[in-house]
């Protein structure tokens, strides 16, 4: 699963994304790029979505009381069904997976 959040009322996506890499990661100092900007309207009840992607490099995954584990994988090995909550679109968008 990517580290991700809705937005807090009155949050901008840069201020989420600090949040969440505290939050999520234990992170302070972690430089990200972008956001990338991304609108997908889903399901039958026209579910819409507004993705603010950030991306950042880091040699080693931190370790973090969120999460029993915590680690990077290699995405040109990873199986659709080991990523959580459908984030492959996600990181379609980005260029880190191919949609088949």
Known sequence: MLPSSHLV???????????VL???LGLTDQTVTG???FSEVSGS???????????????EAPSH??????KFVDMTKARKE??????EDILAHVHKW???
């Not at 080991?82 to 984030?87: F, L, P, Q, T, V």
Request: no cysteine; net charge negative; charged share 40%.
């Open 9 to 19: 009322l009155g949050e901008g996506p840069k201020e989420a994304a600090e949040r």
């Open 22 to 24: 505290k939050e999520q």
């Open 35 to 37: 956001p990338l900007m």
């Open 45 to 59: 009840k026209n579910h819409w979505d507004l993705e603010f992607v950030y991306s950042g490099e880091r040699d």
């Open 65 to 70: 009381e969120a999460w029993s584990e915590l």
């Open 82 to 87: 080991e990523i959580a909550r459908s984030h």
């Open 98 to 100: 191919r949609l088949t």
